[in-house]
């Protein structure tokens, strides 16, 4: 038994002592015989079924096994069934891929609103077997990719999606990408050649350190839309 059936069992015991100290039980030979007339049961048996009634309380509390607050076990929340979201495929480190394979990557990872643009046309100098997904994940500022194609003297050649490094330009003209109005520049830093342009909010470029004006000017000018298989 915990200490705190001890204390309710000793207090019920007191309230029954003082509730028994203030009744008074006549003398017997003050009691008279019953009337015939006088309905069944009467005073006398009134209190004894009230002092039973009170006695069998505090044998039930007593045998009650109840535990004091501090022994009461804590509630434990059964942890809510919730869908786990996937995400789509990212890239945050470089890898090599047949380029085939790494814009269709980049096509399975991108929303269907958003265009993944692939140019057909290639300076012969350049790998065509082999391509650098550098990146390709959904950052604050929306989606972003760039792959890059390379060649044996150390040229590079990058089709990005997302804000790019670029050195101050030394020269700037305008030009034309699908429709959209683009802006040609040179650098003595990287990228010596770029091309940029937006698609409403989407930002998109080519930079190179070996290409020419004209060729900058051929690669955008053959960019297709990657479409979903």
């Known amino acids: ?13 007191d309230q029954l002592d003082r509730a028994s100290a203030l009744v008074s039980i006549p ?23 009230a002092t039973v009634a009170a006695l069998a309380a505090v044998v ?10 501090t022994d009461a076990q804590p509630l434990v929340s059964a942890p809510a069934q919730t869908s786990v979201p996937t995400s789509a495929p990212t890239v945050d ?24 643009l692939r140019s057909t046309a290639f300076p012969a100098r350049y790998d065509a077997s082999s391509v650098t997904l550098e990146y390709l994940h959904d950052s604050s500022d929306g989606w972003r990719y760039r792959i890059g194609y390379h060649n044996s003297t150390g040229g590079n050649l990058l089709f990005a999606l997302g804000a790019v490094n670029s050195g101050p330009p030394n020269q700037s003209v305008p030009a034309q990408v699908r429709g959209h109005s683009a802006t040609l520049s ?18 998109y470029s080519i930079q190179s350190n070996d290409l020419t004006r004209e060729e900058a000017l051929q690669l955008a000018g053959a960019l297709v839309e990657v479409r979903a298989p």
């Open 1 to 13: 038994m915990t200490n705190a059936q001890q204390d309710s069992e000793r207090w019920l015991t």
């Open 27 to 49: 003398r017997r030979s003050s009691w008279r015989p019953a009337r015939a007339t006088h309905r069944r049961g009467g005073p006398l048996k009134a209190l004894a079924l």
């Open 60 to 69: 039930l509390v007593a045998r009650l096994d109840v535990g004091s607050p």
């Open 93 to 116: 480190r470089a890898i090599q891929l047949a380029p085939d394979a790494a814009w269709a990557q980049v096509r399975g990872a991108l929303p269907v609103s958003i265009p993944v």
């Open 186 to 203: 040179t650098s003595n830093s990287w990228p010596a050649m770029q091309i940029f342009w937006n698609e409403g909010p989407l930002f």
